[in-house]
Antibody, heavy 117, light 108 residues
Framework: QITLKESGPTLVKPTQTLTLTCTFS??????????VGWIRQPPGKALEWLALIYWDDDKRYSPSLKSRLTITKDTSKNQVVLTMTNMDPVDTATYYCALLAGAFDIWGQGTMVTVSS | DIQMTQSPSTLSASVGDRVTITCRAS??????LAWYQQKPGKAPKLLIYKASSLESGVPSRFSGSGSGTEFTLTISSLQPDDFATYYCQQYAPVGGLTFGGGTKVEIK
């Protein structure tokens, strides 16, 4: 059974750096073709893709957020980490990680992050 | 980057209706398109991948079609469990990914 779970702070202050961890099981991020992505959704708004890392360490970023994002993987720990710098209240959202084996086949439950002083 | 335009943004329909949602890409994405269903407070669920392939376990009343820049999601006979928000997403191999703006299917 494949599962993914997001973890990290629920509240961050403006200008701080957000670090989110996606811990997964049931698949390996060293398997050819596999990727893990991050997607966010502000309250009442649409989904927004943020970043993606593939089994071969190929990394992709949303052009509008590229300067603020870093995605890394730790295959031995079955984890993918996303950092987002210079957080702002408009970054308040539910952040999801998801397995990409084609499309986003399996999603985590999401973690709500609020940016407020 | 590739933009995805979904229409309509809201759709009112009754149980048993045939429902069609459209997604347009700003450039050709071949068949690299997925459709998701999302219910309030829940993560999205994959329905269709590669434009027309039904994800395992998804009811056959859902179907997808199109290629290039024009795509549709059709629900042949709307069921009570289908009232939700639907998103398209392109995942062409080159570059990044993009979601459409979503279509909320409401009870008429």
């Amino acid at each position: 059974q494949i599962t993914l779970k997001e973890s990290g702070p629920t509240l961050v202050k403006p200008t701080q750096t957000l670090t989110l961890t996606c811990t997964f099981s049931g698949f390996s991020l060293s398997t050819s073709g596999v990727g893990v992505g991050w997607i966010r959704q502000p309250p009442g708004k649409a989904l927004e893709w943020l970043a993606l890392i593939y089994w071969d360490d190929d990394k992709r970023y949303s052009p509008s957020l590229k300067s603020r994002l870093t995605i890394t993987k730790d295959t031995s720990k079955n984890q993918v980490v996303l950092t987002m710098t210079n957080m702002d209240p408009v970054d308040t959202a539910t952040y999801y990680c998801a397995l990409l084996a084609g499309a986003f086949d399996i999603w985590g439950q999401g973690t709500m992050v609020t940016v407020s002083s | 980057d590739i933009q995805m335009t979904q229409s309509p943004s809201t759709l009112s329909a009754s149980v048993g209706d045939r429902v069609t949602i459209t997604c347009r890409a700003s450039q050709s994405i071949s068949s690299w398109l997925a459709w998701y269903q999302q219910k309030p407070g829940k993560a999205p669920k994959l329905l269709i991948y590669k434009a027309s392939s039904l994800e395992s376990g998804v009811p056959s009343r859902f179907s997808g079609s199109g290629s290039g820049t024009e795509f549709t999601l059709t629900i042949s006979s709307l069921q009570p469990d289908d009232f939700a928000t639907y998103y398209c997403q392109q995942y062409a191999p080159v570059g990044g990914l993009t979601f459409g703006g979503g279509t909320k299917v409401e009870i008429k």
